[in-house]
């Protein structure tokens, strides 16, 4: 990185200012080297193999920071203990090892760029620009130190900064005298497809409530998500010789493209924002005689979720008697529901959240999330668990990158959620 930079420049210093061995950043640069990246067609658990190998580094990272019952369960997920004070509670903190599929996150090239206003030139060989104009959000990271990649593959800071930020923080606790709750720490395989929370063991994990620091921009609080389900639609046709196709031939590519046109346009994620939900179509594939389209389904009102998947049956239904019973098959499956139904009877944790951010000079901003995290499925579990910030931009892209200070902002308010 070149420097380091202190990581409390705000009245709120208390004694967790001792000298620690490593900074968020720092751990994030190593991290990154891991490809961790997780397959949605797999049905393993971790569904790569590669996952294990990043928990397997991180038990020992953790083991020789003191965390002496840090381990790896058979299926990939990473726990450990950072004792506390009589009489405080138990407060999880959890992150996601897995990085999304949407781009690589093979040889990835990270380095530290200062930045002070203008387009980054990523890589010079393949002429690959970080454009202002394109990502307004470096106009508000100016003046700041930003990791970024190559241009070639995501970052990984979803959700390895959340890693960084915790294992930091549990650090800067070891080390100081102030009274802190007990924390305990969970790292999920697959996430990023939706498994993360299938086999975490919520009740040996014995949190009283936790917290995912799995979120973007500083200052994001969240505990509204969406309600979440997939769509896969299988089309039937029939293939015959083009030059006798006339009435017998039926393209199954054909009808697919129809079911997606009869979809409402304005209701894709690039028309909508805040609480609009929306359907996208993740992939396809096929040939005349059989076509694949698959879907994610996300909606924050519940009653507007299931009018949306109400939808997609209709359509199946309604090609089904224009080209004969059994063209569509329809698959839909429920992933995860919206948390805020679970976090309203225990609204104090999303105020200790709040007070942490402000104590480290962070304004919390409370957004619904776009997307969905483990703690969604936690909290139907059990473990309330809202989202916190960990600084990152341009998730699940090639132009992903993170402010080197906003991690630290962000390791800070996590010492200050535990020592409140």
Known sequence: MGSRFALYDTPHRGNCQEEYKMTAAERLLRYVQFDTQSNEFSETCPSTDKQKIFARSLVEEMQAMGITDAYMDGDGYVYGTVPGDPGKPVIGLIAHMDTAPDASGAN???RTVFYDGGDILLHEGQHIVMRESDFPSLTRNRGKHLIVTDGTTLLGADDKAGIAEILTAAEILMASSRPHATLRIGFTPDEEIGRGADR?????????????????????LEYENFNAASAQV?????NIHPGSAKNQMINAQLIAMEFQSLLPVHERPEATEGYEGFALLTDMEGTVEQSR????IRDHDMAKFTRRKELFQEIARFLNRKYGSGTVELTLKDSY?????????????????????????????TVPVRGGTDGARLSYEGLPCPNLCTGGENYHGRFEY??????ERCTQMLVELLCL
């Open 337 to 365: 529901y919206n948390m805020k139904e679970k976090i309203l009877p225990v609204m104090h944790i999303v105020d200790r959240a709040k007070a942490a951010m402000e104590r480290a000079g962070i304004s919390p901003v």
């Open 234 to 238: 299988t089309f039937h046709g029939r």
């Open 402 to 407: 993170i402010p080197v200070e906003d991690m």
């Open 293 to 296: 389209l698959r879907y994610i």
């Open 108 to 110: 990835i090239q990270a």
């Open 200 to 220: 975490f063991h919520v009740q040996d994990f014995g949190a009283d409530f936790a917290y995912t620091a799995d979120g973007g921009t500083l200052g994001e």
